[in-house]
């Protein structure tokens, strides 16, 4: 079991960026498939953006292309999701997710969970 841990939401207006981090201990995350999610009031848990071991392809939902990017600073074994120009359909609880295993969309699979952090896009 990984233990993940996200950080970096908060209140932003619509427009506005933030930056989310999913930071690791014990395990170095380079070797793990790993994926942003999200999930709204009422709404289902969905796939926001991925990065798999090995070769570091992304997916990403289309309703964030463009805006968000993920990357990895194996230095600091965290994973990022940079959100440009959110939006309050953006308003969500954000989990991040590892694991060494991977579907062919490029997001991991059963993967360990983080506790997850809390955007709000609101004016």
């Known amino acids: 079991q990984v233990q993940l841990v996200e950080s970096g939401g908060g209140l932003v207006r619509p427009g506005g960026s933030l930056r989310l981090s999913c930071a690791a201990s014990k395990v170095t995350l380079d070797y793990y498939t790993i994926g942003w999610f999200r999930q709204a009031p009422g709404k289902e848990r969905e796939g926001v953006s991925c990065?798999?071991?090995?070769?570091?392809?992304?997916y990403y939902a289309e309703s964030v292309k463009g805006r968000f990017t993920i990357s990895r600073d194996n230095a600091k074994n965290t994973v990022y999701l940079h959100m440009n120009s959110l939006k309050p359909e953006d308003t969500a609880v954000y989990y991040c997710?590892?694991?060494?295993?991977?579907?062919?969309?490029?997001?991991?699979?059963?993967?360990?969970w983080g506790q997850g952090t809390q955007v709000t896009v609101s004016a």
């Open positions: 990065i798999s071991s090995g070769d570091d392809n992304t």
């Open positions: 997710a590892a694991s060494l295993y991977k579907y062919y969309s490029n997001c991991p699979a059963r993967p360990s």
